[in-house]
């Protein structure tokens, strides 16, 4: 039974890359039927076999309130840009090239 599961993570990794890397390398799209087979796939695959061996994530108890913690985070940079209390790097040179327009 380990070879099986061993083999089924295999196929899972190179399902996963293979689709990674023929998107990277643009021999298939993002939005095309190959890459989600390939990531639906390789990711049933690597779920069973996490499962198999208890490989799960590094997490420790209390760790999902960091976790949503960090997901609120990315939702709100993503949708609510505005909100964040510090321009980046690249907002605060935009905002300077608009002001130095006007002289």
Not at 66 to 71: C, G
Request: aromatic letters at 12%; charged letters at 15%.
């Amino acid at each position: 039974m380990k070879l099986v599961i061993d083999i089924i993570g295999w196929i899972g990794s190179v399902a996963v890359i293979a689709a990674y890397g023929l998107n990277s390398y643009q021999k298939i799209k993002s939005d095309s039927y190959l890459f989600l087979v390939l990531n639906l796939t390789g990711g049933i695959c690597l779920i069973i076999y996490s499962y198999y061996y208890t490989a799960y994530a590094n997490t420790q108890e209390g760790d999902e309130a960091e976790v949503l913690s960090m997901l609120i985070e990315n939702y709100k940079n993503e949708y609510f840009p505005i909100i964040n209390s510090a321009p980046n790097q690249s907002q605060s040179l935009h905002h300077r090239s608009l002001g130095d327009q006007h002289r």
